[in-house]
């Protein structure tokens, strides 16, 4: 099992980016996925999930209205769409599948000007 996140950089506020969560040794589109964030001396915080059946999507108020999780399975990959981005998005973030015990390494967000 193997979850690699990639496409974080540095950007000004009011930027977009898109994350990248290339999944192998499992089939992503079979668990709910999920996007995590954790910011310096804060705790990891849930940003977002889609459902494996019907892809259902949920996010954290904080970022409702300007993220967009969504997957492409026949890349067995889940993106993370950020736009409107804000200091206060700056964070490594991370994808995880539900019930899967593994972290990526993650990718580093970071929103200054």
Same mark, same amino acid.
């Given at each position: 099992v193997q979850l690699v996140e990639s496409g974080g950089g540095l950007v000004q506020p009011g930027g977009s980016l898109r994350l990248a969560c290339a999944a192998s040794g499992f089939t992503a589109s079979r668990y709910l996925m999920r996007w995590y964030r954790q910011a310096p001396g804060k705790e990891r915080e849930l940003v977002a999930h889609i459902t494996s059946a019907e892809g259902r999507t949920h996010y954290a108020d904080s970022v409702k209205g300007r993220f967009t999780i969504s997957r492409d399975n026949a890349k067995n990959t889940v993106y993370l769409q950020m736009n409107s981005l804000k200091p206060e998005d700056t964070a490594v973030y991370y994808c995880k599948? @539900? *019930?899967?015990?593994? @972290? *990526?390494?993650? %990718?580093? +967000? %970071? +929103?200054?000007s």
């Open positions: 599948a @539900w *019930g899967i015990e593994y @972290w *990526g390494q993650g %990718t580093q +967000v %970071t +929103v200054s």
